[in-house]
T-cell receptor, first 118, second 112 residues
Framework: NAGVTQTPKFQVLKTGQSMTLQCAQD?????MSWYRQDPGMGLRLIHY???????DQGEVPNGYNVSRSTTEDFPLRLLSAAPSQTSVYFC?????????????????FGEGSRLTVL | DAKTTQPPSMDCAEGRAANLPCNHS???????VYWYRQIHSQGPQYIIH???NNETNEMASLIITEDRKSSTLILPHATLRDTAVYYC?????????????FGQGTELSVKP
C-alpha cells in the first residue's frame, strides 16, 4: 500500500491563479480530510468527507472547494489563490470508527504539499 | 470537542522518561484522549489513545486521571528521534469522520 499520496509536493502560484492539490489513498478508507499548517502553528481543518459524495466544512473553509466523487480521491481546489493561502497542506484518511479493539480511529497523513502564493 | 491545554515546550535528557501533560477539564463522558506527534513538518503520526483506563503500546503510555480532566503521555526512554511537536486531542471516538481539532501542541526537545 502507498498509503496517502499528495501531489504536488511543492507549488508556487501567483495571486489570482487557480490550482488543485491532489490526494489519493489506497486503503479503502471512508473518511478523508484536508488540513493546513502555517509556520509555528498547529494544523487547522479545512474540509472533510465521511464518504463518496459527502463533504463538510472544517474550521477554515473559505477560499477552498472540495469534492469526493470516489472513495480514493479527495482533491482540494483553490479557485483564486491569495498570499494568505501560503501554507503546508496535509491530507489525511481514516477508516470509520465502528468499534473494536483494533480500530483506533487513527488518521493517516500524507507527506504534505508546500504552497507559496506570491 | 473539548479544548485541551498543553505547555508550549519541554526539554528531556536522552534516555530519560519524557512526561507530557495535557489538561482537558471540559471533557465529556464519551470523548477519548488522543495523542499525535509531528516530526519536523512531516505529517502527524498517531501515538496512542484512551478513554479512562491507562493505556500502553510499543510507543508510549497514557495515564488519564480518575476525573479524566487531565492526562500524561509518557515516553519511557526518550531518544533524539522523539524530538517533535506532540498534540493532545479530545474527540468522540465513533462517527467523528476525519475531524481532528489540533491545538498548539508541546514542542519536545530531547537533548544528548
Amino acid at each position: 500500500n502507498a498509503g496517502v499520496t499528495q501531489t504536488p509536493k511543492f507549488q508556487v502560484l501567483k495571486t489570482g491563479q487557480s490550482m488543485t492539490l491532489q490526494c489519493a489513498q489506497d486503503m479503502n478508507h471512508e473518511y478523508m480530510s484536508w488540513y493546513r499548517q502555517d509556520p509555528g502553528m498547529g494544523l487547522r481543518l479545512i474540509h472533510y468527507s465521511v464518504g463518496a459524495g459527502i463533504t463538510d466544512q472544517g474550521e477554515v473553509p473559505n477560499g477552498y472547494n472540495v469534492s469526493r466523487s470516489t472513495t480514493e480521491d479527495f482533491p482540494l481546489r483553490l479557485l483564486s489563490a491569495a498570499p494568505s493561502q501560503t501554507s503546508v497542506y496535509f491530507c489525511a484518511s481514516s477508516p470509520p470508527s465502528t468499534g473494536g479493539a483494533m480500530n483506533t480511529g487513527e488518521l493517516f497523513f500524507g507527506e504534505g504539499s508546500r504552497l507559496t502564493v506570491l | 470537542d473539548a479544548k485541551t491545554t498543553q505547555p508550549p515546550s519541554m526539554d528531556c535528557a536522552e534516555g530519560r522518561a519524557a512526561n507530557l501533560p495535557c489538561n482537558h477539564s471540559t471533557i465529556s463522558g464519551n470523548e477519548y484522549v488522543y495523542w499525535y506527534r509531528q516530526i519536523h513538518s512531516q505529517g502527524p503520526q498517531y501515538i496512542i489513545h484512551g478513554l479512562k483506563n491507562n493505556e500502553t503500546n510499543e510507543m508510549a503510555s497514557l495515564i488519564i486521571t480518575e476525573d479524566r480532566k487531565s492526562s500524561t503521555l509518557i515516553l519511557p526512554h526518550a531518544t533524539l528521534r522523539d524530538t517533535a511537536v506532540y498534540y493532545c486531542i479530545v474527540r468522540v471516538h465513533y462517527n467523528q469522520g476525519g475531524k481532528l481539532i489540533f491545538g498548539q501542541g508541546t514542542e519536545l526537545s530531547v537533548k544528548p
